[in-house]
């Protein structure tokens, strides 16, 4: 199952140029922002002893190896051999990069496709474009062209574009598009308050501080948290045609989880039904189930269960099981959410390989799924989804 | 384990009488009202996975023959000879039929169960009934009266009532009974605007054309969606001291999910708990948890996982392991909430006989529970304890 | 796995003290306040089989002796000595105990160590001692230092604090403290709402008239439910600057569940999160994973699956797993949020080790967890982390 097969990870993220110490490598395997408490560490977790588990061995260490030695012999190879054995054996033929988070920091997609041997194209982040208009100097009036502009220039080479309503807002959205009239009011009261915050710092964290969730330029700038452009840049993004990918589910401390269930985008799900629009439900957790329900009703939804698969290791097969039972099998993804570290890469990618294996393998070995089934729904999952959608051999 | 036992199906509805071209039978194999996305097919689903599985035999074929062969087979054998060979394989003693959807296109409960050789009786849905009222024309004044008299000649011969609230409003309602007067203003108004509506079609629509949660006339005629009126007709069953069947959890796209949820329902379980009326929870996946719970705490309410089982295909067990959670077993009943297809019928039987002796069997082989008591609660919940909610051997 | 450790119990209650009838022992094996239908039995549960199967051989009968045996056995062997040998079996070092319900018909925390061979220490009620305080006669300026002075005192000797603000309420609260001002406003409200009412009778009901999760005097006195006065407790809790325990998921019938989900606590969660100050989720089901998001994001949020995990009976492992996908394996901890019963301080300890060993061998066997990492966390889930939390060695 998935042998032969290389994946494409419809959502991730670029991985950190250079070395990291102890403290910033646990801040990268959590989604907190804030360190384990005294005495114990963050990597006393399912994602901790799955990166034991995997990663180990491809840096010449025995599974289960201590995290001290772990760490030292990941120093001890520096970063971009770390990276080049980690992402190269992800086994990912194509990586659709957001690069809307701290992208400063990180490999560019085509410096993370380069050292994993695979192909990879960009992913828009839909707040941050908006975020660039208003830091270049935009008027209330001038605001809904400028982004028009701005995204038709920054999407030119996109797969797909992006949303972090679920960090900004929550998902709980009147469903149509603001009028221009609400949207150019929104937009002079967010430019005024943004002015009047303090003059923005660098946009980019040093590789500890954040996750990446959210990639918001926080208390340093312009974060788009007005509900009314939040939905203005969400329809901006259902006109330009590409696939709208939209968190949902779990993520950093930034959202509330309870406004973060897909359920809750029904109404808007409903009135873009009919705009030969592909919406992307990432990752879901622990509302996949819901988000099943929602592909299986809307023929143009789709979901994931990435960043989930990492997060609870050894959980990975009931997990990717919940997901595989309301949705039909075409509108279901493979994706990690990786971010900095290249172990999530690998992870994402391992954990999806063998949950999906043993899942499939299961039914089929109780009779419930032919063979010929299992390895055709492994194929869609794992990448002709993928391919179709984002229109990858075009 | 059920072996020998013959279910009683507590709600389901009739299947198709004629012939079903392909694109007829995927949109009754999907809860979607829309076809696949281009180059996909509804049965790419567990859904359809279970019907190439365990009815392809039943048709002279290969498990999991081909969706091609399968329904050329099908239509080979035509309507009836199909629907005797899977609606007699499913093992049901008693029907509860929902008649309140699209009933002129199926067989009717007498059809169902001679087709079957089982027996069958009523269930009727209260929205239906008000519809009816309408139609017949009523004054805001009279509608009270006139929904009480038509309720009780409608439920002559009924074992239950059904009511579809979670479709036309949401599970999230006050509680108590509204007054005659608010009920007379919202007839008034839900009547006005009625009439203002287009004249309404006939009141069944072609058989691919809808699912069979909402049963409602739609934009052809008179929907019953005002708040009010539903919270009355609620009540109005409750008073009527049968069984009151609540559609909750997931079903055609017309339903908010995050509204579906049985728990919002709390208010109202407790505002009849000392009114001698049994409240069955239909479905309610993915909230059959939150169901479980209100069994638990509350002896006037009961649950199945019907529909859902049949739509998770190779996962049933797992579903209907979690329903065995918080649930007094004595409170948890089997059906299908099969619609059109006679393949949905056989299903619910075979995947939750298969389901129940897999979850049983092996608590019974961990040594968690004794053989006895397993083969009891089997017995319970395929048929005992729908034999003494709706007093079937009266 | 867990062999040779004694737990922590680190929230439950005492146990009733004299001979219990039949109906009295069905209402404490129950959530519900209310009997099973007629010619059922509330034992017909995961619940009533887990104890057939368990504390039968520890009363010398069979496993899954049936029911009326093993009540006969209980009378037979009287109280004293089925407390003394189920308490016993339970292997707990120690009980961390409620003393806010119905303490007048249990055992003291004292009594409850004694009868086991294990220490026990107190955890306070946070809604109680308000409501000491206004039986003692306070004004409403007065209230909150008195308050303050009471809780101070009644927690001299205590390890941990608690609030019922799931079930006076729901978690659906603002995040901050009151103001003093609203504190008097809602404190004169509440005490006046409450000298109008009925003069309070005994604290304490008889043995089978409730269950443990509310406490509230009812009807017969000053039940603490104003919303302002609960945040005002829950605050003063936090300034106690002991661990806060907050009930949150299933519980008797007096909460809603749908505002029971701990996710709803993300607001005052953050704003405690500077403080020092551990908040301990209890049992959480069935929203035990998003506890489980809340543990990971925030390091001073902690989690158990007590109560669930006897009531699921068979399903405990199922259970326990899903507890342990996001949560840091440091911020879970054992609980058996027994009351009344021995068999539910038994069964608590006895159904948490074999599923934790269910399931942490089922990932070393499959070679995703290393041995040593699956006892160390086995003893940190048992005992370590309470100990740690509760400073229990100190």
Known sequence: MLEGVRLVDHHCHGVVRGPLDR??????????????????TTLDSQLGFAIRRWCAPLLGLAP????????????????AEVNRRLLGAAGVATFLV?????????????ELGAAAGA??????????????????GVSADGFAAAYADALATATTDAVAVKSVL??????????????????????????????????????????GDGSPGDGSPGARGLRLDDPVLLRHVLWAGVQRGLPVQIHTGFGDPDLDLARADPALLTGFLRAVADRDVAIMLLHCYPFHRQAGYLAQVFPHVYLDVGLALNHVGARAPAVLAESLELAPF????????????????LLGAALFREALAEVLDGWVAAGRWSGADARRVADMVGAGNAARVYRLGD
Chains 1, 2, 3 share one sequence.
Do not use: N
């Open 119 to 136: 192909s990879a194209a960009e992913v828009v982040r839909l707040e941050a474009v908006a975020e660039r208009v208003a830091e270049g």
């Open 330 to 345: 075409h509108q279901v993804l493979y994706s990690s959410d990786a971010f900095g570290l290249p172990e999530l890469h």
């Open 23 to 40: 403290a910033a490598f646990e801040l990268l395997a959590t989604e907190s922002d804030r360190p384990a408490p005294p005495g114990c």
């Open 166 to 207: 679920a960090y900004r807002h929550g998902l709980d959205i009147a469903p149509e598009p603001p009028t221009a009239s609400q949207v150019r009011t929104a937009a002079g009261r967010w430019l005024r308050r943004a002015e009047a915050a303090l003059p923005p710092g660098p946009r980019d964290g040093s590789p």
């Open 64 to 79: 289960h190896a201590p995290a001290e030695d772990y760490l030292a012999r990941r120093d001890q190879l520096g970063p």
């Open 98 to 110: 957001d690069t809307g988070f701290r992208a400063g920091d990180l490999l560019t997609p085509a």
